[in-house]
Every structure is written in structure tokens, then in C-alpha cells.
């Protein structure tokens, strides 16, 4: 390829009868001016052209990047789902520099293997996705649908309020639909999580579940038990989850939910005598009638059966799933199979799916090994997923990573991508990643910053002490940090990725200073930037919130 001279203009050609040109037009030009000298013009003679087409052929949300024979290029797609990931591949192989912009040689045509392209915010505590202004979410929204990500997925967390009529639960279910509404907005689909036996802080105690273990075959009680929960097997008790249920479903009717998750555990579960084993006994029980209401409602609507935690705390719900769907269900569209940590569940890499019903998977790439997590800045962990990735590849038609805000950004990067393109080595997309966001000249020395950070992730802070179990190379991973920032374009270097990563470097050098202390105004003007790029000033301390430093040397 001859070495062209980078655009200073670039022409921005919209689809036909586009309903919404300043999606687009917004979209783009933020993209490109965030990180090189470059004006973008509707009209007229520039530089470069970049023509979006939506036009028929080419499979659902696949797209295809070819040269125009006018110049410049077409990205083209059938939908807006596959236009934006086509969009998001020209933009993440061009390159940026303070000289202009140069246009990605990418060619070809490109098709999603996964259809369940997800990603669930975790929207509680304080946290980035709870407080942050709601452009910002917007605008993320868009980038990760840039990166292939179709459906967002959020929970309304009944047990905070007394009920759906409560002011808080209000304002949360308005922020919830203003988040469903900008994914609908990015071509998205959406996607909402009901406890199977969720109940309110007023929940009548009668009918409240049992969540002791010692008898019924419980050896543990149930993780994060919230004791609001309702005991299906009571009298009543279904009919108010169900009546509850309806409540929240009409509420999300304005924005649409096309999927309906339901969840057994962490929080959730009845540990009671008729309900045991809840995953293979109430949970079904009342999981059937909540789908069924929910497909009354939105009849094109997707179930997703969660089995989350299944025999964590009780024995034989797996098989008992097993069992019950020997007969595929008609209720459930997809089963959700995850565990936290390394480790994929056993029952389905032996047995397959019960009931023969397609996975989805619900990594989790913002907690483990680190407290608090994102309070250190970014958290990159290629290696790590995707060695869980591949346990569950090849039986997944894809998922959704449980997101606690940005600083985690990196991973859900690499479930997007993976989502799409299965077998897409995590260093081929960090490099793509690394290249869009920080520069054509960052990707070779992030390489090896990465790879550092990721070694030196796992850790937890006692007391004034931060416990990491590794900072070998830190002062190499802060150097690479501080030479790839030298080359970069001021705007870029302003970027929160680019902070947050910054960031995480900078602090792993100055603990290894300290010992591991928290202490030195170093450290306290750098989680002081961390807390601030997360909104994180009133998030839940000792999980979301940054650490506390004594400034005294
Ligand atoms: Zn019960």
C-alpha cells in the first residue's frame, strides 16, 4: 500500500432515509476528532470519503467494507446493528496522528458467529453506571456497539425500595430506561434481570423465603441473600411475585425488554423444604409463570433461564435440570451457565445444555482477584479470559459480561470481539484496541505494559496496606507507559482510557515504592484521579471505592 498523506477533511456520506443523520454524524465525528486533527464535512470536496450504506445482502449484522469507485470507501450493512460494527472495524484498523487521519486498509465482508452479543451493567452502589451523567453513558453505549456489543442488559433491584411507587424506585427505573433507551438508540436490543422470587424491603414477612442451610440438602446458605425474597411454596406467595413481576413489566414497556432474564441465586433462592432444591425444584416452579407472563406481554420477547451458582449451596440441581427438560421446555429460550472465577460450570462441558437449549455465558471481568475493584484504575486481563473464553466457547451462542464500570473497558473489548469472531486471539484484538484508542505507535510497547499489569493484577488492601502478590516490573510497565504518552496526540492523552491505564501503571510503581502503603500525596493525587474518571466519590468504600491515602510520608 503506498503511504498516503493523512486527511485533514474528511466527507461523511450517510445512509439513505437515515431516521436518526445525528446519531451518525455525532458518532462519527467524535470518534475521529477525539483523536486527530481532522474536520468532518457532509459536503463537498475533502481529502477522504466515507460512505455508510444500508442496503440488502450480506447476512444480519454482518457488514462489508469495500473501496468506492468515486474514493474512499463504503461500509455497508442490511441493518443498523451490523452497520455500526462495520463503522467500529474502519475506525479501530485507521490509524490517528497530530498530521491528520489515516483510513484503515481493511476490505472484506464480516459476519457475527454469536447472535447474544451482550453486556450486563451492573447499575448499584454508587458505581460508574449509577451516577455518571447519562450522555456519557450514551456515548459509551455507542463505542461498545462500535466493538460489536447488541444488547445491554440491566437489573431493577427491588429489595433498596418499598415499592414500585417509591421515589428512589422511580428515579432508578428512569435511569434504567434512559440507559435501555440509548441502546435502542445504537441499533441495540434490551434486556432486563428479575430474581425468580424478588421482593421489595416491605415484603410481607410471612411469605418471605427461608435462606438457613443445615437441612433440605443445603451444606451452604445462599450467597447474598437479601432475606426480602419470597417463598414461592407459601401461600400467596406466587402470586405476589408474579403480581410484582407485572408491575415492573409495564413499567419497562415505554423502552421494551427483548430479553427477560430469570435468576436463581446471589441474590435470590428459597431454602425452605417445599422449595429444595430451589434450581431444580421452586425456581422452575415459579420461573414457568414469570416467562409466561413476560411473553404475554411481549410476545417476540427471549427468555434466558439463569443457572447462576447451581449447586453451590445445595446438590443435584444441575441434574435435576437436567431431568426436567428432558423434555425441551417451551417457556425458555436460552439457559445462562457461568461461575465466578476460572472455572466454567462441569455439568454442561459433560452433559451439554439440559433441554438441549442454546448457553449464553456471564463472564465476570471487573472483581476478580482485585478489592477494590477498579479502585487501582484499569484492570486488563487478556490472558486470563481468555483461557476462560476457551472452556466455553465452543459451546456458547454468546453472552453477556457482568460490567461494574469503565476501568474494566479493555475486557468487555475482548468479549465483544470473541462474541463475533470466536477464535480472535486476545492479542490480535489488543493491538486493534490499543491502536485506536492510544496510537499506531502505542501498540507495540502496550504489549509488553499489558502483559505486566496482568501479571501484577491480583490484590487486596488491609487496613493502610495494599497486598499485591506480584509488582515485578512495575517501573517497566510506568516507563513504557510515560515513553507511549510522550507520542501521543494531546487529545488522546486527555482520554479517560488513557487515564485510567495510566493511572493503574503509575500506582503500581508508587506502591512498590511504599511498600505496598498507602501513603504520599503520589498515591493520593492518583486514586484522587481514579475516583473522579469514575464518578466513584460516594461509591460503596472496600468494594468500588478507590482506596484511602495518608498523605503523611
Ligand atoms: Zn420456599
Not at 500500500?1 to 436518526?20: S, W
Not at 470536496?45 to 474514493?71: M, N, S, Y
Not at 452502589?125 to 463505542?143: C, D, K, S, T
Not at 408474579?242 to 415505554?254: C, G, N, S, T
Request: net charge negative; glycine share 8%.
Amino acid at each position: 500500500m503506498p503511504i498516503a498523506t493523512p486527511a485533514k477533511t474528511i466527507r461523511l456520506i450517510l445512509p439513505d432515509h437515515t431516521p436518526d443523520p445525528a446519531f451518525w454524524i455525532d458518532l462519527f465525528r467524535r470518534a475521529v476528532s477525539e483523536r486527530c486533527p481532522v474536520q468532518v464535512v457532509l459536503d463537498g470536496e475533502a481529502d477522504f470519503t466515507v460512505e455508510l450504506a444500508l442496503q440488502e445482502g450480506g447476512g444480519p449484522e454482518g457488514f462489508a467494507i469495500a473501496d468506492r469507485a468515486a474514493g474512499g470507501v463504503q461500509i455497508a450493512s442490511r441493518d443498523r446493528p451490523g452497520l455500526l460494527p462495520g463503522l467500529g472495524k474502519f475506525l479501530h484498523t485507521s490509524t490517528y496522528s497530530r498530521e491528520g487521519f489515516s483510513a484503515s486498509a481493511w476490505r472484506g465482508v464480516s459476519q457475527p458467529q454469536c447472535k447474544v452479543r451482550g453486556i450486563y451493567f451492573a447499575t448499584h452502589f454508587h458505581n460508574w453506571y449509577h451516577v455518571a451523567p447519562l450522555a456519557e453513558i450514551e456515548q459509551y453505549v455507542q463505542e461498545l456497539a462500535l466493538w460489536g456489543v447488541n444488547t445491554v442488559s440491566v437489573w431493577f433491584d427491588m429489595h433498596h425500595f418499598d415499592g414500585l411507587h417509591d421515589p428512589q424506585a422511580q428515579a432508578m427505573l428512569a435511569r434504567l430506561s434512559a440507559i435501555l433507551q440509548a441502546a435502542r438508540r445504537a441499533g441495540m436490543q434490551t434486556s432486563a434481570t428479575f430474581l425468580a422470587n424478588e421482593g421489595y424491603a416491605s415484603s410481607p414477612q410471612a411469605l418471605r423465603a427461608d435462606w438457613s442451610a443445615g437441612h433440605d440438602g443445603y451444606h451452604h446458605e445462599p450467597l447474598g441473600h437479601y432475606h426480602v425474597e419470597l417463598c414461592p411454596s407459601q401461600p400467596g406467595g406466587t402470586e405476589l411475585i408474579l403480581r410484582w413481576a407485572e408491575e415492573k413489566l409495564l413499567a419497562f414497556a415505554p423502552v421494551g425488554l427483548d430479553y427477560l432474564w430469570i435468576w436463581p441465586y446471589d441474590q435470590g433462592g428459597c431454602t425452605c423444604a417445599r422449595c429444595a432444591p430451589w434450581g431444580a425444584n421452586g425456581f422452575l416452579r415459579i420461573a414457568e409463570p414469570l416467562a409466561r407472563l413476560y411473553r404475554r406481554l411481549v410476545p417476540q420477547g427471549k427468555v434466558i433461564l439463569s443457572t447462576w451458582y447451581f449447586d453451590h449451596f445445595t446438590d443435584g440441581e444441575w441434574s435435576g435440570l437436567g431431568l426436567a427438560f428432558q423434555q425441551p421446555p417451551d417457556w425458555a429460550d436460552y439457559l445462562l451457565a457461568d461461575d465466578y472465577g476460572d472455572q466454567f460450570p462441569a455439568y454442561p462441558l459433560q452433559h451439554g445444555a439440559p433441554g438441549g437449549l442454546p448457553l449464553v455465558n456471564f463472564p465476570e471481568i471487573s472483581m476478580y482477584r482485585c478489592g477494590p475493584w477498579g479502585g487501582f484504575g484499569a484492570n486488563p486481563l487478556p490472558r486470563h479470559l481468555e483461557a476462560v473464553w476457551r472452556q466455553a466457547a465452543r459451546l456458547v451462542s454468546g453472552g453477556f459480561p457482568y460490567s461494574e464500570g469503565i476501568f474494566e473497558d479493555f475486557n468487555k473489548v475482548l468479549f465483544a470481539q470473541w462474541f463475533w469472531q470466536p477464535d480472535r486471539p486476545a492479542s490480535e484484538i489488543a493491538d486493534e484496541y490499543t491502536n485506536y484508542e492510544f496510537g499506531a505507535a502505542a501498540v507495540i510497547p502496550l504489549r509488553e505494559a499489558l502483559a505486566i499489569l496482568e501479571q501484577n493484577h491480583p490484590r487486596r488492601v488491609e487496613g493502610e496496606r495494599v497486598i499485591c502478590e506480584s509488582l515485578q516490573d512495575c517501573e517497566r510497565a510506568w516507563q513504557l507507559i510515560q515513553q507511549v504518552e510522550a507520542e501521543m496526540p494531546p487529545a488522546q492523552r486527555q482520554s479517560w482510557r488513557w487515564q485510567m491505564l495510566a493511572l493503574r501503571a503509575r500506582i503500581d510503581f508508587e506502591l512498590s515504592r511504599t511498600g505496598g502503603w498507602l501513603r504520599g500525596a503520589a498515591l493520593q493525587e492518583a486514586f484522587a484521579a481514579v475516583t473522579r474518571l469514575s464518578h466513584a466519590e460516594n461509591a460503596l468504600p472496600e468494594a468500588l471505592r478507590p482506596p484511602v491515602v495518608n498523605v503523611v510520608e
